[in-house]
């Protein structure tokens, strides 16, 4: 077997992917914890974190670009071994996402009702949903300053940063849900308020490790309109890729939700098992987004190629496990966040098909890190709205004809499956192995 036999890249992949694996796990984290103490409190507030968790998803994904795009410049900019221009390019971001939160923030809070009655929550489940949300929008800036302060460090081939801060604000998001949750009563309004807290405190502890190395490199703090100008308008293919994975997303929330209660609780647990899977998946493609933009910013070509070869098959394997994990937990794991019958028997058929998943989702997601390393977000925004394109069809029927979440899940496939050839079919060509410090 490939896997089990050396190979030069492999010290490099794991130095950067074990630590990523860390701290990616901790994010999806938060809302399974959350889900598993909301649990406790009913299907209605389960599934209004279900409604609330995706809206939040849907806004926190759509400036990704702040930790990606960062990620893949600061790395060129290593490669070309010009460190202070790298954490100047982070600081902008950090700005960036720290304006963008409190826009987010003021727009969001009079907007809150429409955008659950968006998703179709019942009567019981939307004034649930409203509040969560309504929260957790305090929490957004920190979530930004977040994921800017983890794409300079990324960049700077520095991943155990990013696991010790996820690890200390997942312990905090947890004792703090489950003290104001089970502790005080305060429902699902406590759990959100245990996130934004954690949140926040995670952003602050990455503003002082980015300042602190400004310092030493003599780097520029003060926020720059060019840098703020050039840090927006990069990330505008990263958004519009992004949207096509939201879309895709937020569809089946929808879907789900229309179906009934039970079946938007157990989407929402089945949906935050496969985030979990796919943030743990997306380590590799985290330690791709590193390695290829430092191997193209120093010029090294063949490098690039290699190390994707060897990611590919890593990808391929973890896929595996994971999904035979799955497989061997599904008949325990409903239990652990809902005490209703009808939604446990809706996520134990549900598993299966994201444990069949899996393989084909380290393929994608490693090959998804890689292109976006290499600077080819054009690629990735044409592809992502072709792939939108194949799978609404069938989400369409199952909403129109009646399927069932089987059914939902299997559309997704068919998603993932577009999404695997379009992103092979790059990956195979040389038009992204672009190099120099600037793409």
Do not use: K
């Not at 995706?54 to 990704?64: D, F, G, K, R």
């Not at 002082?208 to 505008?236: C, E, H, I, S």
């Not at 879309?247 to 609780?265: C, F, K, P, Q, Y």
């Not at 390393?373 to 939108?388: I, K």
């Amino acid at each position: 077997m490939r896997l089990l036999s050396r190979d030069p890249h492999d010290r490099e992949i794991l130095r950067l992917a074990v630590p990523a694996f860390g701290a990616l796990v901790a994010e999806p984290l938060f809302l399974l914890s959350d889900s598993a103490i909301v649990g406790h409190l009913g299907t209605a507030p389960l599934g209004g974190l279900g409604v609330a968790g995706q809206a939040l998803s849907l806004l926190v994904n759509l400036c990704v670009f702040l930790a990606y795009g960062t990620t893949a410049a600061v790395a060129r900019q290593v490669g070309a071994g010009n460190i202070a221009r790298a954490i100047q390019q982070g600081i902008d971001g950090i700005w960036l996402a720290i304006a963008i939160g409190a826009a987010v923030l003021i727009v969001g809070w009079p907007l809150a009702p429409w955008v659950v009655d968006a998703f179709g929550a019942s009567a019981a489940v939307a004034p649930q949903a409203e509040t969560y949300l309504r929260i957790s929008l305090f929490g957004i800036p920190g979530m930004l300053v977040v994921l800017a302060g983890t794409g300079v460090l990324r960049g700077l081939q520095d991943t155990r940063t990013p696991l010790r801060v996820s690890i200390g604000a997942f312990t905090v998001n947890l004792a703090l849900n489950a003290l104001f949750v089970l502790g005080f009563g305060w429902g699902i309004a406590g759990s959100a308020w245990g996130t934004v807290l954690a949140q926040s405190g995670g952003g602050a502890v990455y503003i002082a490790v980015v300042l602190r190395g400004a310092r030493r490199q003599n780097a520029r703090v003060r926020p720059d309109a060019a840098g703020l100008r050039a840090a927006a308008t990069a990330g505008v293919n990263l958004v519009l890729r992004t949207i096509s994975l939201r879309v895709v997303l937020t569809v089946g929330t929808a879907v789900a939700t229309r179906m009934g209660d039970a079946e938007i609780a157990a989407y929402q647990v089945g949906f935050q098992v496969w985030t979990l899977l796919a943030f743990a998946l997306d380590a590799i493609a985290i330690a791709g987004q590193a390695i290829t933009g430092r191997y193209l910013g120093a010029g090294d070509v063949a490098g690039a190629r290699g190390a994707t070869r060897r990611m590919v098959q890593w990808g391929v394997a973890s896929g595996v496990v994971f999904g035979v994990v799955v497989l061997v937990v599904r008949p325990w794991l409903p239990a652990l966040f809902t005490d209703d019958p009808a939604v446990r028997a809706l996520l134990v058929s549900t598993l299966v098909v994201v444990a069949l998943l899996q393989p084909m989702a380290g393929v994608v997601f490693v090959l998804d890190g890689v292109l976006i390393g290499a600077g080819d977000v054009r690629y990735l925004a044409a592809a992502g709205v072709v792939t939108v394109a194949a799978f609404l069809p069938p989400a369409w029927l199952v909403s129109a004809r009646g399927g069932g979440l089987v059914a939902l899940w299997l559309a997704i496939g068919v998603w993932m499956t577009a999404r695997l050839l379009t992103l092979g079919l790059r990956a195979r060509g040389n038009a992204w192995l672009v190099t120099g410090a600037v793409r």
